[in-house]
């Protein structure tokens, strides 16, 4: 018989191996009936398909859960926590195989017939003594964490009772391993087994082996540890599935149903004409797969960390926002009353469903993959399209893109300003083009916005390349639109800047503004609309590196580059501008604190460029104290949006500074950039 299991034969196979499968059958009866409800919840869902890449998903799950990737991935971010988890996620699992093996085949099954101390289980046993090791540490570190640095993110927790149940899971763990190693040497020093592995249980072995102890007290002490173990693991199969821990049990699904688009930030196309309501009003409207994030939340509070409505004092936490979605879908257990509660307002409150600036940094930093964004983009289309509730702000932009295209409200007639004195880049029919320019609202109708697309244009010409622009024919992109719930005007807008594209022939377009970019590359596809984009950071690099871009000048200057959010956490473009800047003789390029995929937002997203800021501090005031911390001369971008939202933030200053706001490309222009 294995170590793992009482050792007294006549008792175990008579008495005790029917009180061994009658806990066990009692544990996951009660665990399967929760499990099939919780399943119910997440089944009864909208369709949403993602059943493809059967492969890719299975390597995903095996990177991020069984290699610990979604925690050890945020390393370099300096949180201990995430080293910590995956000491958890290792040695859970590798304790989970070993009771698999020992406790259930060898002991449940009596499948193991090979005398203790075999080759083969003394490996085993050395790498759980390991496993036990990396437990400790995670539970010692747990407990710092909670009771003496006590991050904020964990306050609301403890607020809840997590502060009064977390002893005494991390006491039940703690249970187990020290169990584990006395099981283990107490069984070899009754089995008078001799080594020195595995370590830790080869050493209590020799320890009560010398102690004097009899045999007769140590199989006593033995199997009283051994059904004690045995309860302890019961009680877990118990607790799990009807526990606020649910997240072992549902992320790893989570993480093989992601989304396997390269960009996260992807919205979902609703289908108008088909659909009876319109985005998420009730719990019933959420897809089986918003239902799974609820469920997958660890309830670390790391995307409120991250959110920058949440930092500068706004209501939104993602978190929360998951937290109470979960509870609102776990209360029609006992009432089916809660199906038809009203979602904005009675659960997520209506100024955390419109604080959000899209910036997906609470998307980048979870660790089972939650897609909060898309969640929270369903509220909002539910309010806009099936109440017309939304800040009113929106009311004009809705109406200035309605009928005029775009949302200023400046119409056709002022879609070519920009380009007066300039010469006439308008495309034609029957005309072939390499590239065809959209400039997009941002930078077609506002004034620091335009230089930089009059330098784009000059040096692809300047490179033989033939270029065009739609001009009074091109409407708004439909970012700021979609994003702010109203998905009737954005497919409005969609078919017809489509219907326009396909009039001319062109290989490439190319756009100044990264929400533009994103839009037209992996929203507009839905519709029909498969273009070859490319972002203007891109491009430059690109002819950088083929030697048509010479940066001549040389520049002393002191810069800092500000990643935008649908340049950056969206599309994964962060060193094409850096090779760009560092490129230019002089220039001396810092990186602030936050930057890359944990930049923070400018504040524009989401559509919150049309709206005030009535809570908290201004996001673009916050993000330019950030910059000032580095003394720059320069704050590089490379989007019309965070630039304006820059000036912003520096008109609203005491004191003039001096220090501009720039598009990579005046950087560029400034550095004598010319066609090599």
């Known amino acids: 018989m294995t170590i793992l299991s009482p050792l007294n034969d006549t008792y175990w196979h008579i008495q005790g191996y029917y009180i061994f499968w009658m806990l066990f059958l009692v544990a996951l009866i009660i665990f399967t009936n929760r499990m099939w409800i919780l399943l119910n919840l997440i089944r009864q869902g909208k369709k949403e398909q993602r059943i493809d890449h059967i492969t890719l998903r299975l390597k995903t799950v095996l990177v991020e859960v069984l290699l610990g990737w979604c925690n050890l991935k945020r ?118 087994i001799s080594g020195s592995w595995p370590p830790i249980g080869a050493s209590i072995a020799g320890f009560l082996h010398d102690s004097g102890l009899s045999k007769t007290m140590m199989v006593k002490v033995y199997n009283t540890i051994w059904w004690a173990n045995y309860i302890v693991i019961i009680s877990f199969i118990l607790y799990a599935p009807y526990s606020k821990h649910l997240h072992p049990l549902f992320s790893p699904a989570n993480i093989f149903f992601r989304s396997l688009n390269r960009n996260k930030g992807i919205l979902r196309s609703a289908k ?49 926002v998951i937290k109470y979605l979960r509870i609102n879908l776990l209360h029609q257990i006992k009432d089916k009353n809660s199906l038809n509660l009203e979602l904005v307002e009675n659960v997520v409150a209506s100024e955390e469903a419109w604080a959000c600036t899209s910036c997906l940094a609470c998307q980048e930093i979870c660790p089972v993959l939650n897609e909060h964004l898309h969640t929270i983009m369903e509220l909002r289309r539910n309010q806009v399209l099936e109440h017309a509730r939304f800040p009113t702000e929106l009311r004009k932009i809705f109406r200035n893109t309605e009928i005029y295209g775009d949302p200023l409200g400046m119409g056709k007639a002022r879609r070519l300003d920009w380009a007066r004195g300039e010469a006439d880049v308008r495309v034609k029919e029957g005309n072939s083009y390499d590239y065809l320019i959209f400039v997009g609202c941002g930078s077609a109708f506002f004034d620091r916005n335009q230089e930089p697309i009059k330098i784009l244009i000059q040096l692809l010409q300047a490179n033989g390349f033939s270029v065009g622009v739609l001009g009074k024919e091109e409407l708004c992109c439909g ?32 756009t100044a503004c990264p929400h533009c970019y994103n839009t037209l590359k992996f929203e507009y596809p839905d519709f029909g609309g498969s273009f070859e984009v490319l972002h203007h950071t891109q491009l430059l690099h690109q002819l950088f590196e083929e030697g048509r871009l010479e940066l001549k000048n040389k520049l002393n200057r002191k810069v800092v580059y500000h990643d935008p959010c649908y340049l950056g956490r969206y599309n994964g473009i962060y060193d094409s501008p850096r090779q760009l800047i560092d490129s230019i003789d002089g220039v001396e390029r810092i990186e602030m604190k936050r930057s890359r995929e944990n930049s923070f937002c400018c504040g524009g997203g989401g559509g919150r460029f049309w709206m005030e800021e009535k809570i908290g501090q201004n996001i673009n005031q916050v993000r330019l104290e950030e910059v000032l911390e580095q003394s720059p001369e320069m704050i590089i971008t490379a989007c019309p949006f965070c630039a304006s939202m820059f000036d912003d933030a520096l008109s609203l200053k005491e004191e003039k500074l001096p220090i501009r706001v720039m598009d990579i490309l005046q950087l560029i222009k400034e550095a004598g950039g010319q066609s090599a």
Request: aromatic share 14%; glycine share 10%.
């Open 272 to 320: 108008l004409v088909e659909s009876e309501t319109f985005g998420a009003g009730t719990i019933k409207d959420l897809s089986w797969k918003q239902r799974l994030d609820l469920f997958a939340c660890t309830d670390c509070g790391r995307c409120q960390e991250k959110c920058p409505a949440y930092l500068t004092g706004k209501p939104l936490s993602p978190w929360k």
């Open 75 to 192: 390393i370099h971010q300096k949180k201990l926590s995430e080293i910590g988890h995956s000491f958890m996620v290792l040695g859970f699992g590798l304790f989970a195989v070993g009771y698999i093996i020992f406790i259930g085949f060898g002991a449940g099954f009596g499948l193991f017939t090979t005398p203790s101390g075999s080759l083969f289980e003394k490996i085993c046993f050395t790498i759980l003594d390991v496993a036990g090791i990396l437990l400790l540490i995670e539970i010692i570190w747990a407990f710092i964490k909670r009771y003496i640095l006590k991050p904020a993110r964990l306050e609301e927790s403890s607020k809840e009772g997590g502060g009064l149940l977390l002893p005494l899971v991390l006491g039940l763990m703690l249970s187990l391993i020290i169990f584990h190693y006395c099981i283990v040497g107490f069984g070899y020093s009754v089995n008078d």
């Open 479 to 510: 970012d700021p639109i979609r994003r702010a719930g109203n998905e009737f005007l954005f497919q409005e807008l969609v078919r017809k800047n489509i219907s326009h594209f396909e009039r001319f022939e062109f290989k490439n377009i190319v």
